[in-house]
């Protein structure tokens, strides 16, 4: 196991007799922080659960260098205070009485929700909820942190605050952490290295700049966002839309498809004569159905 | 109606002039009923929350036993608990027959199988996620039955109405195995029972509105105790 805090080896976890997690290898160390991406069905959190010990594996090897404690997915809160509830985790993770009380509120106080110790849990906000959910597990301090998606259903401005604050939160400290997220950016924010899961499978694995950068499969490269696809010769090259650039004197040619209002401007999705591709344009953008030129400023090439 | 106005007013007089025949039959009806309650619970808790958080062969056999169990006729629980009582049969070394220990027995048999069903559909309607959540953080076996319990109280306190109930309603198991003796077996319940086949009818009236007062506090208690915490569902300003 060397100094991995978690060691999973062909890791394989079946629910109602399907196969939902197959032959996952998988190793954190210490002082890591482990994003791990995928559509949803991919196998995520079942094999989150599997290594919180709350599902069986069905065939391969786990092995935990220390104590593991999970957030689910859910706030999943109890009727009490946002401080009772993680008092309630620090017993049951056997801290003593004495300390649980100073503890939960150092716990709440890094998660920004300090002020919101004696506040009845029901009466909690969805981001506030997710604050004290991510504030009971920290304060267990245990070796090996794993969270399932800590942001889903946040408003934009709630899960932006929130992933700022757990970010360094988890990078502060020494332990080895597994967070499941659901887009890019939260993984950019949190981890060092990022384990994409396809179809139950770990797909790719690496910093996340190599991951997002120069993705190793065709499968991963769409998955990532390179929503861009031309066929060359003996190869398939998938773009990314900052990949593409209108531009009058670029030498390919696309007839615009769609346009879809976004926030800093507009996508525009064209049809060339090899392909298609997706371009970012600042607003109005082109008509649609006009032709335009553009030119590619990179993306990633497979072999056919 | 005016019958029942003077029924009234005699059960409050028995109860103003410290009348030792009723403080003695309402303090063997307080008994028997904490008593089997307090057994109901500590048997029935562990084994709702058993069958309604695990998973194990046999749980739904044995959820659809405890379901069946609540509309069990009193008198034939009375029956076969006598008969074992009897001198000779399996449990007739205990000597409970026709002792308040008895009716115990036999109103914790009754009771039981309303705490495990409603203590086990409480903790089943508890999300999944709570619990998992629990699993999760370290909690062991007892501390997740700790919190589902707690977090199910509603439907806990619900348990212990009922079964409280049913114990201060419960004539024919009492009789039948406590043999409805005055001072020793006869409750509240029972007695009612012996007033009117003696034709006192006054009295009758009067031990049952102690009876139904008695019910009606207890379950205010309870009822206070479950719903203090509960907020409003409807009317409430957005």
Not at chain 1, 57 to 84: F, H, I, M, N
Not at chain 2, 160 to 165: F, N, R, S
Request: charged share 20%; proline share 5%; net charge neutral.
């Amino acid at each position: 196991m060397s100094d991995a805090l978690l060691c999973a080896r062909r890791l394989s976890v079946a629910r109602a007799g399907v196969e939902v997690v197959r032959q996952v290898d998988l190793r954190i160390h210490a002082g890591e922080v482990v994003a791990l991406l995928g559509p949803n069905g991919a196998g995520k959190s079942t094999l989150l659960a599997t290594l919180a010990g709350l599902l069986p594996a069905a065939a391969g090897e786990l092995e935990l260098g220390g104590r593991v404690a999970t957030a689910l997915q859910g706030p999943s809160l109890a009727r009490r205070s946002a401080c009772a509830n993680v008092e309630a985790a620090l017993q049951w993770w056997g801290v003593p009485r004495g300390e649980r009380r100073d503890r939960a509120l150092a716990a709440l106080d890094a998660m920004g929700a300090r002020e919101l110790a004696e506040r009845p849990a029901r009466t909690l906000s969805g981001g506030e909820a997710r604050r004290v959910h991510l504030a009971r597990v920290l304060a267990l301090d245990a070796e090996l942190l794993l969270l399932d998606e800590p942001f889903a259903g946040l408003d934009a401005p709630t899960r932006a605050d929130l992933l700022y604050d757990a970010a360094s939160t988890l990078r502060a400290s020494r332990r080895a952490t597994l967070v499941v997220v659901h887009d890019r950016v939260e993984a950019w924010a949190l981890a060092d290295r990022v384990a994409v899961m396809l179809d139950g499978r770990i797909a790719a694995e690496g910093a996340p700049a190599e991951i997002f950068g120069s993705p190793p499969t065709p499968e991963v490269a769409v998955f990532v966002g390179f929503a861009g696809r031309l066929e060359e010769p003996g190869a398939v090259r998938l773009v990314r839309p900052q990949d593409v650039a209108l531009d009058g004197d670029g030498p390919l040619r696309g007839r615009v498809t769609r346009l879809v209002p976004v926030e800093d401007g507009v996508r525009v999705e064209l049809a060339l004569d090899d392909g298609r591709v997706v371009a970012l344009a600042p607003a109005p953008g082109p008509e649609l159905g006009t032709e335009v030129s553009l030119r590619l400023a990179g993306g990633v090439r497979f072999p056919r | 109606m005016n019958f029942l106005w003077d029924g009234v007013k005699q059960a409050a007089d028995l109860l103003t002039s410290g009348d030792p025949d009723t403080f003695e039959v309402v303090g063997i009806t307080l008994r028997m009923a904490l008593w089997s309650t307090f057994f109901a619970l500590a048997l029935g808790l562990p084994l709702g929350l058993a069958l309604g958080l695990g998973r194990f062969r046999g749980r739904r056999p044995a959820l659809a036993v405890a379901n069946a169990g609540m509309g069990l006729p009193p008198v034939v629980v009375g029956l076969v608990v006598a008969l074992l009582l009897f001198r000779g049969s399996a449990l007739g070394d205990l000597n409970l027959l026709y002792t308040l220990n008895g009716v115990i027995l036999a109103q914790t048999l009754l009771a039981l199988p309303l705490v495990v069903a409603f203590t086990a559909a409480s903790v089943q309607s508890l999300p999944e996620m709570l619990i998992d959540q629990a699993r999760a953080l370290g909690a062991s076996r007892i501390q997740v039955g700790a919190l589902a319990l707690r977090e199910a109280r509603v439907g806990v306190l619900a348990a212990t109405i009922a079964a409280l109930g049913s114990a201060f309603a419960e004539v024919g198991a009492v009789v039948l195995v406590g043999g409805n003796i005055e001072g020793e077996t006869q409750t509240l319940a029972s007695a009612v029972l012996v007033r009117v086949s003696a034709g006192e009818y006054g009295r009758a009236i009067a031990l049952g509105t102690i009876l139904l007062g008695l019910i009606l506090l207890l379950a205010a208690v309870l009822t206070f105790a479950q719903q203090h915490e509960r907020r409003p569902l409807l009317g409430r300003p957005s």
